[in-house]
């Protein structure tokens, strides 16, 4: 199944990235980045990366997340996961990322979060 990006914006200001397939090296997955860009350009300063769609990820795509949490990061932007689950998690429970990003189980659980002044996500 090929890698499909959408975005929408949910709460007053939170910008909800969605991804729908497998995360793995290719052209697909270098759209992630793009995506996490033009959100920031665009203002964006709380973002939420759902991949409650996604069943499979290889480390290409844990990757090309690290990175955009460091692109985040240095614009002073806020972010987290929401949705990973089974092999997705636990890939990200491997290379201990899930102890510098914050997951959440479901988009909503993330903008509660991301919208709580002081919030460090």
Not at 52 to 71: H, L, P, W
């Amino acid at each position: 199944m090929a890698l499909t990006l959408t975005t929408r914006t949910v709460a007053p200001d939170v910008t909800v990235i969605e991804l729908d397939g497998r995360i793995t090296l290719g052209k697909e997955s270098s759209q992630i980045e793009s995506f996490v860009l033009k959100a920031l350009n665009s203002g964006g300063r709380k973002l939420v990366i759902d991949l409650s769609r996604v069943g499979y990820i290889d480390s290409t795509g844990i990757g090309i997340i690290a990175y955009c949490f460091a692109k985040i990061g240095q614009v002073g932007a806020k972010a987290a996961v929401s949705g990973a689950k089974g092999l997705v998690l636990e890939v990200f429970k491997m290379t201990h990322l899930d102890t510098v990003i914050e997951f959440f189980p479901d988009v909503e659980a993330a903008c509660a979060v991301l919208n709580t002044p002081g919030a460090a996500a």
